[in-house]
T-cell receptor, first 115, second 115 residues
């Protein structure tokens, strides 16, 4: 069975500093990995995905994530945080296509960027 | 707008009421999902429809009844709910196709309060 862990409930960072939101996963096949962001009282918005190819994936709003197969991780990063990046971030995984078309989500990490 | 529209945005209902949540997408997607998001809990998958057929019912109580009349519309019928059913209900859609999958597109959610 596929699973995702986001070990930090909250990450605090000062505006202008780099940020990292951690994600590790467990799958039996080759993973499809996603990051979504949720602002208050809204649905989840797609940020980026890894399916195959280059391990460094670039996404919306200057975010990027690095797929590390040996460490089964897919950490979200941004070189310089903005106050407007403050939100709830979800990592999600889909196992190989044979596992169906459903994502398993991590518990979410709240990112707080302070001025 | 993401292309997935949920109505109403907010709903307050008594425990003896019957109400319905609606989700509509015009993205040409062929799979639709209901998720429940409660405070301090992971996203919970409730139902999955592929090509209008229900393919997943994640042990959801019978007081929640889904309906998918076509690939563009999804309903969640509610009756005799409990206060613990108060949550943000999220609809998502995705496109199943040969050779790839791009994950979900979410609606903005319906904030349900059961009194």
């Amino acid at each position: 069975a596929q699973s995702v862990a986001q070990p930090e409930d909250q990450v605090n960072v000062a505006e202008g500093n780099p940020l990292t939101v951690k994600c590790t996963y467990s799958v039996s096949g080759n993973p499809y990995l996603f990051w979504y962001v949720q602002y208050p009282n809204r649905g989840l918005q797609f940020l980026l995905k890894y399916i195959t190819g280059d391990n460094l994936v670039k996404g919306s709003y200057g975010f990027e994530a690095e797929f590390n197969k040996s460490q089964t991780s897919f950490h979200l990063k941004k070189p310089s945080a903005l106050v407007s990046d403050s939100a709830l971030y979800f990592c999600a995984v889909r196992d190989s296509p044979e596992a169906g078309n459903m994502l398993t989500f991590g518990g979410g990490t709240r990112l707080m960027v302070k001025p | 707008e993401t292309g997935v529209t949920q109505t109403p945005r907010h709903l307050v209902m008594g425990m003896t009421n019957k109400k319905s949540l609606k989700c509509e997408q015009h993205l040409g997607h062929n799979a639709m999902y209901w998720y429940k998001q409660s405070a301090k809990k992971p996203l919970e998958l409730m139902f999955v429809y592929n090509f209008k057929e229900q393919t997943e019912n994640n042990s959801v109580p019978s007081r929640f009844s889904p309906e998918c009349p076509n690939s563009s519309h999804l309903f969640l019928h509610l009756h005799t709910l409990q206060p613990e059913d108060s949550a943000l209900y999220l609809c998502a859609s995705s496109l199943l196709r040969t050779g790839g999958w791009d994950g979900y597109t979410f609606g903005s959610g319906t904030r349900l309060t059961v009194v």
